[in-house]
């Protein structure tokens, strides 16, 4: 698989035709991401970013939502009251499209609104002004390219997911199955894999509701000890890693188990963010490859595009972040297809 170094972001698409009133003073602007939850990870990440970009022009950027497994009607609750405190603007992280456009999303025009990370269904995206985060389609398809590396021949797939209503995560099973099925056709890039190029999805996959790390071992355990012998696990998000230590406690032995039999599984892991607790895992063989995004970009960029909304400048629709690939000691970039 080629792999090659692409630009640090890209900004796409036509730009937004509704402008808001610039600014009449200099006065510290508020904006906030409102996050599927506050306590993880990728979402900790983006608003360092965005708080550093704030700062640094005299503004001040929060995280807001709510602690604990991710669920809609909690994140309306939050994006309600986000809505009440006469911010300057709030970029969203969306859990389920429509619950959110019939409710909290009615009373946003008064806000200037993007997306970050998961973006609204094409049929609400008019009620945000631009989007923010990863090409979910083409990351899903990277992770697809990673699986292509590490078992050339195919294998038994299972993917480990969030909400079945999280639209970032279904766009990135949909590049997974794209790219290992060879075929871009979007009718039927959300098909389950059924051997075409050796690749095959078994009935209890993909395995949804595993955005916490005890929920994703305990599935994953579940997985490893199955007569069924899944080959290849993808975990859309950075759940089973969360804290390093607690994976390689609960799953080392059972993969050291595996290896002497002869039937290592490959594992691949999509985080938000590289880091050292992260390595010895992959030195170690307990997982084979990471895919990385470039979380406190993200939320550097939804600072900045927030902050032009309120300027009255002109905005991209949409800006991609980069994706970076770790299979050893040295990191590669895969490439954002177009």
């Not at 939850?37 to 990728?42: G, L, P, S």
């Not at 590049?175 to 690749?199: F, H, K, P, T, Y």
């Not at 994976?247 to 050292?276: C, H, N, V």
């Not at 607790?277 to 990385?292: C, H, I, K, M, N």
């Amino acid at each position: 698989m080629k792999i090659l170094r692409s630009s640090r972001f890209i900004a796409a698409g036509l730009l937004c035709g509704l402008l808001v009133t610039p600014l009449a003073s200099a006065d510290p602007l508020q904006f906030a991401l409102v996050a599927k939850r506050i306590d993880h990870d990728f979402f900790i990440s983006a608003a360092k970013g965005c708080a550093e970009a704030a700062q640094a022009q005299g503004d001040t950027c929060l995280l807001l939502g709510a602690s604990g497994a991710s669920h809609f009607r909690r994140q309306n609750e939050a994006l309600e009251q986000a809505l009440a405190r006469g911010l300057d603007g709030i970029a969203l992280s969306v859990t389920h499209s429509k619950w959110l456009a019939n409710h909290a999303l009615k009373r946003a025009n008064k806000t200037p609104l993007i997306t970050f990370d998961s973006d609204l269904e094409p049929a609400e995206q008019h009620l945000r002004r631009g989007y923010v985060g990863l090409d979910n389609l083409a990351f899903g398809r990277q992770l697809g390219m990673l699986a292509q590396r590490l078992r050339p021949q195919g294998g038994k797939l299972c993917v480990l997911s969030g909400s079945s209503r999280d639209t970032n995560h279904r766009e990135r099973l949909r590049g997974i199955r794209q790219q290992l099925r060879g075929d871009q056709a979007e009718s039927r890039a959300a098909d389950r894999l059924n051997g075409q190029n050796g690749w095959s999805e078994p009935n209890r996959c993909p395995l949804y509701d595993t955005d916490n790390q005890e929920s994703a071992l305990l599935k994953l355990t579940t997985l490893l000890n199955s007569t069924n012998q899944y080959d290849t696990i993808i975990s859309l998000g950075s759940w089973p890693v969360h804290h390093a230590d607690i994976y390689r406690r609960q799953l080392g032995p059972l993969l050291a188990r595996l290896k002497a039999k002869g039937t290592s599984p490959t594992i691949i892991i999509a985080i938000p963010e590289f880091d050292t607790a992260l390595r010895p895992l992959l030195e170690d063989g307990l997982v084979q490859a990471y895919l990385s995004m470039e979380s406190r970009e993200i939320g550097r960029q939804s600072y900045r595009l927030l902050k032009s909304l309120v300027r009255g400048e002109p905005i991209p629709k949409r800006i991609f972040v980069n994706s970076h690939a770790y299979l050893s000691e040295v990191p590669s970039d895969i490439p954002t297809e177009r």
